[in-house]
Structure formats: structure tokens, C-alpha cells
């Protein structure tokens, strides 16, 4: 059986984040149970038209952002699609952030949606009133008429709960569990001697890195020799803006920016850490909450859909009351001075991150195409 995935970013991408890490943890194990699997992508500096990665074959052609019209990754789906895949595969799965591919439009074959989070206001936020405005409006019409009647694929009850909001069937949405990936050894490391508190994910403004920042400037008044760690990379001109704060905030020698790390770099950091800060205004998950829970590091997050569902308040991590600066630091605070509460959510994480694994994932995923379509019928 072949499946093709119709993806804007691949794992290969410099910018690939969550959502990437899940479907390339899932399509290589389709791989490995005997499925072939084709994923069409947009290219990036220095990236192979054609590679294959653990047993995935990656096609990439056009531009991520939807904005670059017949040179985006969405308009050359269509395009190679009609040239390349048609009538010789037996599903696609259209993989939507933000703008979708259509293929409910021109695809005959056998569809699935796979989303990880609703924009909604976001947007707005990223791509200002006019632009966020018609994406906006794009995404709204397209999830509640387009692809409405189409079984999909998410990973969050928060994320499915969006879903329905705008339009999607309730029965067709089917919530599958992420998992997290470990370095083949897992060394031990003490926690820093002081309060460190650590960041891991993309450099977005949405992912609230200077709300974090605003907390930590609280924090550091009280704990003078505390750390911010910053692991992640994005765009230049947003992180030279963050570093800039940095500097009116005058925490150079607390804050400190890594940039991109090596998987054991990055469950190293997450390990020494105490606290691992979330203060995103959307999010559809947060494996790099169940990253840090893998290591005995709990989390404190903004209370939004999806780190409700990666959080659990008071048992492996804390919520905040409210989405601002301030709540965050009494969080991290409260965190750091009550070692009782503090050792009992690291245990509790701990526990937690082992309920989530990638070979489970991969099989309940197999098992929800195969009763939605039916193993022998895919072809037909």
C-alpha cells in the first residue's frame, strides 16, 4: 500500500518543529510494518530535490509560504500531483497548518486530514490584519465546508475541540497519542545549583519567548544568579529583537541563547534544568513538555488548549491563573519554593513522559487508517 503525505515542512527542514517530528515518526514505522510512503514537501536552502530518510522517500519542490503563489508547495502538489501520483497511490494524507493543500478539490483518492492545532488568532498575530485576515478566513471555510465530511487525524482533545468549532464532524476526528523520542543512552545529571529555568522550541513570537523573559527579569531580582536557557532557532531578525530586550533588560550574562542542539545536547539542558517554561498563546500539544517530563523536569505553561492536555495542573507541572508575565513568574516561583510540591511533580512527570510511546503511536495510527478505510479497500 502506498501512502503519500502532503506536508508544507519535512523532518530535514532547519525549521521543522513538532508537527514534523510527529508525521516522520509515523510514516517511518509505516515504513517498517511494509507500507511505502511518499512525502511531498517544500525545499530550503541547500535541501535534495529526492532523498530518502529512514525508509521515507521525500519529494521536495516549491516554497513554504503560500503567499509565493505558483512557486508554493501547495500549488506544486497540485501540479505533481497530476503528473506524478495520480492514480498510483492509495491514500493521501493532507497535512494542514494553516493553509491546507485542497486536495478534497482534485485528489481521487482515498483522503485523510492530519492536523496538530488550529491557527485561529494566530494568524493575526504572525501575518498581521490583512494577510491574517484572509488566512484566517481561508482556514475557517476550508475546515468547516472543504474538509468537513473527511476523517481526520489530531493529536489533542483541546486540538479537537477547535476542530468542531469551525466545523468539523465530531465523528470523523480521531485523537491519536504523540510519542517522544530518547537518545539511545540517557546520562544522568545534577540540577544546576542555582534556579535555571529553561526554553525549548521555535524562536515565534506566538510561543511567547518575551513573556518568558518579562518573568525571568522578576525572577532574577530575587534569585540573582539564576539562568535562562533559550534552545531553539528561528527567524534572525526575531531572535536579534529578543536579544535586544535582553540587553534593555540587562540580563546578558543570565539569559543565554543555543541556538540549535544535538538530541543529547537537548535532554542534557533539559535534565539540569529545573523548570521548563511554556508560555505559548496557542499550541496543539507540547512534546517539549513530555521532553523535559522524560528527565524529571516539570513544566509551567500558559493555560491553553493543548498544554491542558500535555500539562496536567498540580500533578506534572502548573498552569497559570492568568496569560501574562506576572502569573508566569509566580508559577516558576512557587515552583522553585516549595520543594515538597516540587519533587512530587517531578516524580509524577516522570511517570507521565512513560506513557507516551512512538511504536505505540505508529500502531494505533495504522490501526484508525485500516478502520476508517479498510485494509483490502484502499486500492479500490
Same mark, same amino acid.
Given at each position: ?47 535534495? #530535490?529526492?532523498? @530518502? ?34 492514480? $498510483?497511490?492509495? @491514500?493521501?494524507?493532507? #497535512? ?38 484572509? &488566512? ?7 475546515? &468547516?465546508?472543504?474538509? $468537513? ?40 545529571? $545534577? ?48 531572535? $536579534? ?63 491553553? &488548549? ?14 497559570? #491563573? ?51 478505510? &479498510? ?6
Amino acid at each position: 500500500m502506498k501512502i503519500l503525505i502532503l506536508n508544507w515542512r519535512d523532518i530535514r527542514n532547519p525549521s521543522f518543529g513538532g508537527a514534523e517530528i510527529f508525521t516522520h515518526e509515523l510514516a517511518k514505522r509505516w515504513v517498517k510494518w511494509g507500507y511505502k510512503i511518499i512525502q511531498f514537501s517544500s525545499r530550503f536552502p541547500g535541501s535534495k #530535490e529526492r532523498e @530518502i530518510v529512514d525508509g521515507v522517500e521525500i519529494i521536495r519542490k516549491g516554497q513554504p509560504d503560500a503567499r509565493y503563489l505558483f512557486n508554493s508547495v501547495h500549488f506544486q502538489a497540485f501540479w505533481c500531483y497530476q503528473k506524478m501520483f495520480k492514480n $498510483k497511490v492509495d @491514500i493521501v494524507i493532507d #497535512e494542514i497548518h494553516g493553509i491546507p493543500f485542497f486536495t478534497p478539490l482534485y485528489v481521487k483518492e482515498k483522503k485523510i486530514i492530519l492536523i496538530c492545532e488550529v491557527a485561529g488568532r494566530l494568524w493575526k498575530e504572525i501575518f498581521g490584519l490583512l494577510y491574517g485576515t484572509v &488566512g484566517w478566513i481561508v482556514e475557517k471555510f476550508c475546515l &468547516g465546508f472543504v474538509y $468537513k465530511n473527511l476523517p481526520c487525524l489530531t493529536i489533542s482533545n483541546s486540538t479537537r475541540e477547535d476542530l468542531i468549532k469551525n466545523g468539523v464532524k465530531d465523528y470523523n476526528i480521531n485523537v491519536l497519542h504523540v510519542g517522544v523520542s530518547v537518545p539511545n543512552k540517557l546520562n544522568v545529571f $545534577k540540577k544546576e545549583k542555582y534556579p535555571t529555568i529553561v526554553f525549548l522550541g521555535r524562536l515565534s513570537k506566538y510561543k511567547g519567548i518575551e513573556d518568558a523573559m518579562f518573568a525571568f527579569e522578576q525572577l532574577s531580582s530575587k534569585y540573582v544568579k539564576a539562568k535562562f536557557w533559550i534552545i531553539g532557532r528561528g527567524d534572525m531578525s526575531y531572535k $536579534k529583537q529578543l536579544m535586544v530586550l535582553v540587553d534593555k533588560l540587562k540580563l546578558q550574562k543570565q539569559i543565554l541563547f543555543f541556538d540549535y542542539v544535538s538530541e543529547q545536547k537537548k535532554f542534557e539542558f533539559l535534565a539540569r534544568a529545573w523548570i521548563l517554561v511554556h508560555p505559548s498563546s496557542t499550541e496543539g500539544w507540547g512534546l517539549n513538555v513530555i521532553e523535559a517530563n522524560m528527565v524529571g523536569t516539570p513544566a509551567v505553561g500558559y493555560n491553553i &488548549g493543548g498544554l491542558r492536555d500535555s500539562i496536567l495542573h498540580m500533578k506534572t507541572g502548573l498552569l497559570t #491563573e492568568e496569560n501574562t508575565p506576572e502569573a508566569l513568574f509566580e508559577g516558576i516561583s512557587k515552583l522553585i519554593e516549595d520543594k515538597l510540591l516540587y519533587n512530587r511533580l517531578s516524580r509524577n512527570a516522570f511517570k507521565w513522559s512513560k506513557t507516551f510511546n512512538w511504536e505505540k503511536a505508529g500502531r494505533e495510527s495504522l490501526s484508525i487508517i485500516e478502520q476508517i478505510y &479498510g485494509k483490502r479497500s484502499w486500492a479500490n
